[in-house]
Nanobody, 115 residues
Framework: QVQLVESGGGLVQAGGSLRLSCAASGSIFSLNVMGWYRQAPGKQRELVAAITSGGSTNYADSVKGRFTISRNNAKTTVFLQMNSLKPEDTAVYYC?????????WGQGTQVTVSS
């Protein structure tokens, strides 16, 4: 089992920055991929960014050049640095882990970007 806990959300003005953290505990070395997803009101949950156990990353087109996913050396925490935030980035942001058989989700953290 893996437990994921997000933190770092909040209210920020357009153009500002936030850094989200996802602390993983449990069988973390079984995780192949960790990622950030978001869900805005009335919309489907969508992938924002992901990082593999080998360090490869991918991003949604809408956040390329503005967001950066990274992790600490112990691979216990995944970060999402969000710069140049836009009102359309407003959503609940979720951390997800995947061990190839199961997926694990955090409880989510709210990000609100005011115009």
């Amino acid at each position: 089992q893996v437990q994921l806990v997000e933190s770092g959300g909040g209210l920020v003005q357009a153009g500002g920055s936030l850094r989200l953290s996802c602390a993983a505990s449990g069988s973390i070395f079984s995780l192949n991929v960790m990622g950030w997803y978001r869900q805005a009101p009335g919309k489907q949950r969508e992938l924002v960014a992901a990082i593999t156990s080998g360090g490869s990353t991918n991003y949604a087109d809408s956040v390329k050049g503005r967001f950066t996913i990274s992790r600490n050396n112990a691979k216990t925490t995944v970060f999402l640095q969000m710069n140049s935030l836009k009102p359309e980035d407003t959503a609940v942001y979720y951390c997800r882990g995947d061990d190839g058989l199961f997926e694990f989700w955090g409880q989510g953290t709210q990000v609100t970007v005011s115009s």
